[in-house]
């Protein structure tokens, strides 16, 4: 199932890149505008974890920079994980969007990177959401960006 819904957004958009590429011929009658950058770098700290009954339960941490540019942005940080008498540590790196986040995490130890695909949300300097990828369950995150 997860496979087939990555696949599914994969060719999304690539069709999405032809059609917006296609009509080149409106462009010549659109205005030059400035590209405006927000904030062309930040930080961000947060926590990994699950909601029961209303209370946050953190597992682990994600901690990292981020560019933003008009509207995507890329992220480049270090994520943590503890789990019973397990614990795992790695990289993530990746691009996000309005609602959407893409990217790549690293376990140590290991020499595999596996994609992640997920839903952000942004409010009041604080960021939310999930993801997933190939392998384990799909985790919530929040935190807090400057």
């Known amino acids: 199932m997860k496979k087939l819904l990555v696949l599914s957004l994969c060719v999304v958009l690539a069709s999405t890149s032809i059609v917006t590429a296609s009509p080149l011929s409106s462009m010549a009658n659109m205005k030059m505008q400035t590209p405006t950058v927000l904030d062309p770098t930040g930080t961000f700290d947060g926590s990994i974890g699950y909601q029961t009954q209303g209370n946050w339960t ?3 941490t994600i901690n990292g920079t981020y560019e933003l540019r008009n509207r995507f942005g890329r992220f480049n940080g270090e994520w943590s994980i503890q789990l019973q008498n397990q614990s795992a540590t790695g990289t993530m790196r990746g691009g996000f969007g309005r609602h ?13 990177a596996m994609p992640i695909i997920g839903f952000i949300g942004f409010r009041n300097e604080t960021f939310f959401g ?8 799909a985790p919530y995150f929040k935190g807090t960006y400057t």
């Not at 959407?100 to 595999?112: M, P, Q, S």
């Not at 999930?130 to 369950?137: K, Q």
């Open 100 to 112: 959407i986040l893409i990217g790549r995490i690293t376990i140590e130890g290991r020499d595999r």
């Open 130 to 137: 999930r993801f997933m990828s190939l392998i384990g369950p």
């Open 58 to 60: 953190a597992v682990g």
